[in-house]
């Protein structure tokens, strides 16, 4: 059981930025994939961002790419969504979730944080 917790939520203004951080109640296997998954009101959620634990694998939506990254602290059992250039449509409710290898199907969410952008 891997329990997730995320934080760095809040109200931004259009052009800024935040940091998300997602805490693994476990160390993290360097097979593992951390995502970061976002829901808009109304919208299904959709995929953001993914990295590989041990590194070597990283991945973006189109919408994100060359405003977002993703990183991860080994020593913290923490993964972060650093967000810039934050933009209204980026308001969402944010997500990370866990996999144990890049086949397979996320099975660990967190309770997700709220990011609202005011244009």
């Known amino acids: 059981q891997v329990q997730l917790v995320e934080s760095g939520g809040g109200l931004v203004q259009a052009g800024g930025s935040l940091r998300l951080s997602c805490a693994a109640s476990t160390s993290i296997f360097n097979t593992a994939v951390m995502g970061w998954f976002r829901q808009a009101p109304g919208e299904e959620r959709e995929f953001v961002a993914a990295m590989r634990w041990s590194g070597g694998y990283t991945y973006y939506t189109d919408s994100v790419k060359g405003r977002f990254t993703i990183s991860r602290d080994n020593t913290k059992n923490t993964v972060y969504l650093q967000m810039n250039s934050l933009k209204p449509e980026d308001t969402a409710v944010y997500y990370c979730?866990?996999?144990?290898?890049?086949?397979?199907?996320?099975?660990?969410w967190g309770q997700g944080t709220q990011v609202t952008v005011s244009s």
């Open positions: 979730a866990y996999k144990r290898t890049i086949g397979a199907d996320y099975e660990y």
